[in-house]
């Protein structure tokens, strides 16, 4: 067996292990997307990486308090990524729970996921992210599984 999934008893799969897509963005930028539920020695790891010409920003949800920033403009003796912990009071959130430098869990964004959508909703405007914005999210899984069904081909969304 996988460690961390069950006993060592096998059985068909039936569902996918693994998606792998790649996509151009309406800005012309290439992105990759992986996910698989049984990368060995990852818990929870969802990783979200923005490289770009000027830097790159990358965080992972088993380190959830910690920003991996890169700027290339700076001098070059300074150059790598930087390990930013946002859990400062200046940081969005963190007004409303502990003193600098106690971390926050996973539980903790759902609370602020309930905050931001009473606050909106008290404002006036639209929470984020909208219904519109899933919509979308959905309309380009049905075209990666419409790219995978013809053979890998480019599919507009």
Excluded: C
Aim: aromatic fraction near 8%; glycine fraction near 12%.
């Amino acid at each position: 067996g996988i460690a961390g999934v069950g006993g060592d008893e096998m059985g068909e799969v039936t569902v996918d292990d693994l998606a792998l897509f790649t996509g151009r963005l309406s800005g012309g930028a290439l992105a990759s997307f992986e996910a698989t539920r049984f990368a060995t020695g990852r818990k929870n790891e969802l990783t979200v990486e923005i490289s770009g010409s000027d830097g790159a920003i990358s965080f992972n949800l088993e380190d959830m308090n910690v920003l991996h920033v890169y700027d290339r403009t700076g001098p070059g003796v300074d150059q790598g990524f930087t390990r930013v912990v946002v859990t400062e009071p200046d940081h969005p959130y963190l007004e409303g729970w502990w003193p600098a430098g106690h971390m926050l869990g996973y539980e903790h964004a759902f609370s602020h996921q309930v905050k931001d959508l009473v606050d909106a909703i008290d404002q006036g405007t639209v929470p984020a992210p909208t219904f519109a914005e899933g919509a979308q999210v959905q309309r380009v899984l049905a075209a990666v599984e419409e790219s995978s069904a013809q053979d890998a081909r480019w599919v507009q969304v």
